[in-house]
């Protein structure tokens, strides 16, 4: 079965640039899809088909893929940001596959 | 918008069947390029998908679950099923109902992720 590969744990201050990796083989041939929870909540869409941000995400939110490796990029990452953060891979073989998150602290 | 809503014992006993329901409103199961599926999330840990069903009917099941599981849709409630046999203490978990989009235009596919997550509702698997 296929595998995604996220850090447990992220860290970053206010205003810098926040990156999440996702690793899986051969990835970049898949879509990349991140999600956004935070404690007691249902998860986020923020960025799928590996770059594009559905309405009403912001701007700070940009995603990439290629090769083995997805990546979440948030720039300037406000306290708001804090959250777990999920990638999903999806092609038509492998429907369902979620990375086990990583938790991002603003600090 | 189309918001979802789960619903069904927050209880189970072990070896019993776990059973939830979905309910759509604002917007026709039936209608689009929707799956609607299942996910799920143990206490303190990620997130694990379960399976979905497209409005045809047609399903797909995690390969883990699949003995054990049954999605099924009832277009007059626009409502769908889970139904998770033998159930366990690992089956305890916050089950998410949840529309995943996807399309094939000109024979490529494309998908646009989870875009819809019903409030969840936690399921525990105890005698």
């Known amino acids: 079965s296929y595998e995604l590969t996220q850090p447990p744990s992220v860290s970053v201050s206010p205003g810098q640039t926040a990156s999440i990796t996702c690793s899986g083989d051969?990835?970049?041939?898949?879509?990349a899809c991140w999600y956004q929870q935070k404690p007691g909540q249902s998860p986020v869409l923020v960025i799928y088909?590996?770059?594009k941000r559905p309405s009403g995400i912001p701007e700070r939110f940009s995603g990439s893929n290629s090769g083995n490796t997805a990546t979440l990029t948030i720039s300037g990452t406000q306290a708001m940001d804090e959250a777990d953060y999920y990638c999903?891979?999806?092609?038509?073989?492998?429907?369902?596959?979620f990375g086990g998150g990583t938790k991002l602290t603003v600090l | 918008q189309v918001q979802l809503q789960e619903s069904g014992p927050g209880l189970v006993k072990p070896s019993q069947t776990l059973s939830l329901t979905c309910t759509v409103s604002?917007?026709?199961?039936?209608?689009?390029?929707?799956?609607w599926s299942w996910i799920r999330q143990p206490p303190g840990k990620g997130l694990e998908w379960i399976g979905y069903i497209y409005n045809s009917g047609s399903t797909y099941y995690n390969p883990s679950l699949k003995s054990r599981l049954t999605i099924s849709v009832d277009t007059s409630k626009n409502q769908f099923s889970l139904k998770l046999t033998s159930a366990t203490a690992a089956d305890t978990a916050v089950y998410y109902c949840?529309?995943?989009?996807?399309?094939?235009?000109?024979?490529?596919?494309?998908?646009?992720?989870?875009?819809?997550w019903g409030q969840g509702t936690t399921v525990t698997v105890s005698s």
């Open positions: 949840a529309r995943e989009g996807m399309a094939t235009i000109r024979l490529i596919n494309y998908y646009y992720g989870v875009d819809v």
């Open positions: 999903q891979a999806w092609d038509s073989s492998s429907w369902g596959v």
């Open positions: 604002g917007g026709s199961i039936s209608s689009g390029d929707y799956y």
């Open positions: 051969k990835l970049g041939d898949k879509y």
């Open positions: 088909q590996d770059i």
